[in-house]
């Protein structure tokens, strides 16, 4: 009776250890899943600003985004395949939407819609990439290392949104992209 005692208190205290465990192994897969979706659509919402975009600035923007969210997601896409998670291939279907409908904009009412969604993505994005990099392992790193590409794109957005332009933030100002970790996992819970 004693031994049963024993082996059901050490399978509970077992258990309550690796649940915490499970869970945030969980939450990793998660983030890294809407990570690579956000890249996607990242990626489609900057080359549609650089076809769309009525102003340089909005085109230059566009073509940073563009070009950092492909570099976060070919990090992302590889810490995924390394973890043994199965990536996504595009947008997921809100994000889906939201580019469709920008896509029907244009002119000034195109660069407005497109830099005020920037900003509100990029600023949901910090918050859940700061969340995650509070952890230790790989999928923290990778949030670590992109924040600070995500932060110049919230920069940048403001600074256009503001009407300070694209060369009031420092390290635009040649309307190259960002040469730091690229950006990722701007998601429908994280994103840009």
């Known amino acids: 009776m004693q031994a049963r005692q024993?082996?059901?208190?050490?399978?509970?205290?077992?258990?309550?250890?690796l649940l915490p465990a499970v869970a945030s192994q969980k939450s990793d897969q998660q983030f890294l899943k809407n990570a690579i979706e956000t890249n996607y659509a990242e990626i489609q919402m900057g080359k549609?600003?650089?076809?769309?975009?009525?102003?340089?600035?909005?085109?230059?923007?566009?073509?940073?985004?563009?070009?950092?969210?492909?570099?976060?997601?070919?990090?992302?896409?590889?810490?995924?395949?390394?973890?043994?998670?199965?990536?996504?291939?595009?947008?997921?279907?809100?994000?889906?939407?939201?580019?469709?409908?920008?896509?029907?904009?244009?002119?000034?009412?195109?660069d407005t819609?497109?830099?005020?969604?920037?900003?509100?993505?990029?600023k949901k994005a910090i918050h859940h990439f700061k969340k995650e990099a509070k952890g230790n392992d790989q999928v923290a790193q990778y949030a670590q290392e992109t924040l600070p590409v995500l932060n110049k794109h919230e920069e940048t957005a403001k600074?256009?949104?503001?009407?300070?332009?694209?060369?009031?933030?420092?390290?635009?100002?040649?309307g190259g992209g960002n040469s730091g970790g690229g950006a990722g996992a701007e998601q429908g819970t994280a994103t840009p």
């Open 113 to 122: 819609d497109f830099i005020k969604e920037e900003v509100k993505d990029h």
């Open 6 to 17: 024993l082996t059901a208190a050490a399978a509970f205290l077992l258990g309550g250890a």
């Open 159 to 174: 600074a256009i949104k503001s009407g300070k332009g694209i060369a009031g933030v420092q390290g635009n100002a040649g």
């Open 48 to 110: 549609l600003a650089e076809q769309k975009g009525q102003t340089d600035d909005v085109k230059s923007f566009g073509h940073i985004l563009a070009t950092d969210h492909e570099q976060a997601n070919a990090k992302a896409i590889k810490l995924a395949e390394e973890l043994g998670i199965q990536a996504p291939t595009g947008p997921d279907k809100r994000q889906e939407k939201e580019y469709q409908t920008l896509e029907q904009k244009s002119g000034k009412q195109f």
